[in-house]
């Protein structure tokens, strides 16, 4: 396995703090934000681990509100919109000092 995805991989790892939060590191890629693809996939990561592992992502639709500190940790608060027989649906916000960077 190559180091970036070592790397990778070592991102999309949340630590769980408790139920549908989750806490992520960022990365030091030489910018003063944090790397937009890298909140989308700790995201995605996020709403994955509240839902049963044979529901599989359908849809997936995204805002970048503000810049993110790549010194800082991301907190993902996921909500839980619906779970029915076909589908279940989650709300995820992307929170650093207080505010949603990311919804």
Do not use: C
């Amino acid at each position: 396995m190559s180091q970036a995805l070592k790397n990778l991989l070592t991102l999309l790892n949340l630590e769980k703090i408790e139920e549908g939060l989750f806490r992520g590191q960022s990365e030091n890629l030489g910018l003063r934000q944090v790397f937009g693809g890298q909140v989308v996939g700790q995201a995605l990561y996020a709403a994955k681990e509240t839902v049963p592992e044979e529901r599989l992502v359908h849809s997936f639709h995204s805002y970048f509100l503000r810049p993110g500190d790549s010194k800082k940790p991301i907190i993902y608060d996921v909500e839980t919109l619906r779970d029915g027989n076909s589908f279940s649906a989650r709300r995820v916000a992307a929170i650093q000092n207080g505010k949603p960077i990311f919804i």
